[in-house]
């Protein structure tokens, strides 16, 4: 009797021929919206405490931000423009690290980094993050060039542990599991001082605290509602104007710069991971 040959993990979701991300990538954006999708992030429990308290210190944003930073920018270039090879590496290097990010027994928060459901919040905060920021930037897009933008931002998730099925089936889907994952937001005072700790620059020299009170500005605007209340964060209708006409200006302004620019530093990034690859050195 002939046994079948189980099937090869689907580890992407399939993507509509003729997208390109690269479209889509803009590193202004990424840098304006990237401290408040941190906050959206942290805002569940299992990934707060698990990133405030991890022991995996030389990577750690409080006492390595520059390393940090380049190891989050390098994560989103190989999800977002890498190819199979290149997530497949970064995932290796990934799961290294956090193989180590789990709570101690007694701790408040129980999290383990490897958790797919923990990492399915994040990718999704990444791909509102995404969409967010396009839209405020842009304009809303086309609904196929949304559908295929989902599909593609799945990646934010597969590129570490979580499977292709546990992302949304779409868009619509999406919206039912945003609603309903917004039920397990709870900043507690800790992680919230943590948080703006990281906002206001506070783990970077202090010639870069001139630029908290824009950064926090920034952040405070990107920040859905229910995240700014729960960080206890102010907000005027005249600061909105302000933002409103802060990222039209810069939407206005990216639009005009060749596509290597808008995707700059990520396709930086990029090269980089594969030059570190080419010469085995550390990718994280």
């Known amino acids: 009797m002939a046994t079948s040959t189980p099937s090869p993990r689907v580890r992407d979701l399939p993507v509509p021929m003729g997208f390109d991300m690269r479209d889509h990538v803009s590193g202004i ?14 805002s569940w429990p299992g990934v707060g405490y698990g990133v405030m308290n991890s022991r995996v210190h030389d990577g750690a944003a409080t006492k390595r931000p520059f390393k940090r930073g380049r190891t989050t920018f390098t994560y989103l270039a190989v999800a977002l423009l890498g190819n199979d090879e290149d997530r497949t590496a970064f995932r290796k290097e990934v799961n290294r690290q956090h193989a180590q990010v789990v709570s101690r027994p007694g701790e408040k928060v129980q999290y383990r980094a490897m958790d797919p459901r923990l990492q399915t919040w994040v990718a999704a905060c990444l791909y509102y993050g995404t969409v967010d920021m396009i839209e405020k930037m842009h304009g809303p897009l086309p609904d196929a060039e949304a559908d295929a933008l989902y599909a593609h931002c799945a990646r934010f998730g597969t590129t570490l542990q ?36 990281l906002t206001r620059l506070r783990n970077f020299p202090k010639p870069f605290h001139l630029l908290a009170p824009f950064v926090l500005f920034v952040t405070t605007g990107f920040l859905p509602p229910l995240f700014r209340d729960a960080m206890g964060l102010p907000w005027t209708a005249r600061q909105q104007r302000r933002f409103d006409r802060l990222l039209r200006t810069l939407g206005t302004v990216e639009r005009r710069m060749p596509r290597v620019l808008r995707n700059f530093p990520f396709n930086l990034w990029l090269a980089d991971m594969r030059l570190r690859r080419r010469f085995h050195r550390p990718l994280v």
Not at 29 to 42: R, S
Not at 166 to 187: K, L, N
Request: overall charge negative.
């Open 162 to 197: 979580m499977p292709a099925d546990a992302w949304p089936a779409d868009r619509a889907a999406f919206r039912r599991y945003w609603e309903e994952a917004e039920a397990e937001v709870d900043i507690d005072p800790a992680v919230a001082a943590y948080l703006l700790s």
């Open 29 to 42: 954006g990424a840098h304006l919206a990237g401290p408040a999708n941190v906050i959206m992030q942290l």
